[in-house]
């Protein structure tokens, strides 16, 4: 019988890839030019494909080879903190830094090295253990590199973070200062759940499952419906903003014409 947490995951699963076609296919599809919305799309689709269904692959088992294959193959989660990282770049309009070769190498880059030595030693993980929620990654016994790791997961949240505040604090534009508020308050629940779980929690001596799948889940509901529901108000707030330019010319040129 599937335990919880394997549910859970399951459940981030099935909602992460549909709002993914959804996004997909409502925003981005007859769009080429949203960057947003394909930026948003790739972070439903490797949360998940390269997190959460592989999560529930070995929560799901109580075979030690089958939950080790799982474990195996779950490398690339690393790219979904670079996608996080590069949606809010995006999010917050900083186009200086986004024409800046040298920041794709920041973002990605250290996702790819950590997904190499991933692939090729157990410096970041080791076999799988057996927990009451299920199968979790075993922790090595010298762990630098895991360290290294998480630090720069860590970082990359509060990067995020900070990148939303600014751009919340400096917006004058009521819709767009809305939807950053809603942006930044849901990175507040997998960052606030990953720091318990990941960091305070283990140095307290507690136990837990890992609960950064369903509460990035979400965050990325928050995120659809903030872009969805703003989206929506500021092209209502723009036709309207033309309906009236456009009257005014009218105006003035059946003024004109009688004059």
Known sequence: ???????ISLVSFIICLTLGIIVYLKKVKYVFDNSLGKMFVLLCFSLALCWASIEFGYRSTDEFSIAYFWLKINVAWYIVISFLMHFTLIFTENSKLLRNKLTYVIIYGPA??????????????????KETWGWTYGIPKYPLVHTISSTWAAFAAVFCLYMCLEYYLSQHNTIKKKRAEYVMLGL????????????????????SPELFVPATTIYLIIIGYSIWAYGKTDKKKQYAEIKIKVDDLTQKELHNSYF
């Not at 790819?112 to 253990?129: K, Q, S």
């Open 112 to 129: 790819l090295i950590f997904i190499l030595i991933d692939t090729t030693t157990n410096l970041l993980v080791t076999e799988p253990v």
């Open 1 to 7: 019988m599937i335990n919880a947490f394997a549910l």
């Open 188 to 207: 507040l629940i997998p960052v606030g759940i990953s720091f318990n779980t990941e960091w305070l929690f283990p140095v307290a001596g507690i136990k």
